[in-house]
């Protein structure tokens, strides 16, 4: 997403895990991507530098499997929040029917990681799109958002910037940030008795996003199976 607009509408890339840690001064058009709570501090840095929001809305088990891959290639994770999304190292190479995973998901540690884009998911202000559009294969929803940021902007530009960042290109980087690139991954992943004891842990979360948990046939050898595949 993030680089995708940055491309289409010619913005300095800026990647960040606290907005402090922003250069300044900021560059008179750039894009930020960064995880953080809607707190005063930062919306006030927001508005003070002419920023529009966009959040990205994901089944929250798929965000939790994301981590789980993520973590494997990836050391900096332990910055995430500064700490508090309190990723303990030994759940790298876990799978999610393990017992750490579980312990994880139903902990403080993944409420705060998962409660930032809940948060702003309630920002009337913010551009919402969801992370399952935006894999279906279509390219209407960049269009809108791209719309939405910039009235002038070129489609011929976003759709070089779609070719430009497709997903082998970034299953090509050294942390592997492109994975499977598919939705639901959690159903064949997450262990049913799992996914279900997740939800209930953060329902609030589930439901304001939109997102369900209905009961699947997963066993945990089954997800166990489905996992050591993918890997």
Sequence with gaps: MRSVLANSLDLREIAVHNYLDAPAPLPPRCIIQVHWYREPNFQR???????RSVVIGRHPLDVLLSVLQFIRHEPETSQWLLGNAEIPLELAGQSPSSDAFADYALGWGAENLLSVT??????????????EDLVKGSNEKFVALVGALASEAPRQRLDESLQRFDFNYFHS???????????????RLIPARTARAIYRRHRHLFDALGYDVPWTLTTRQQAMRNWEALS
Excluded: S
Excluded at 173 to 182: A, E
């Design 45 to 51: 840095f927001l508005v003070e530098n002419e920023f």
């Design 118 to 131: 809940y948060q702003w998911w309630h920002d009337e202000h913010a551009l919402r799109v969801r992370y």
């Design 173 to 187: 980087l050294p942390n592997q940030h492109g994975w499977q690139g598919r939705a639901g991954l959690w159903r």
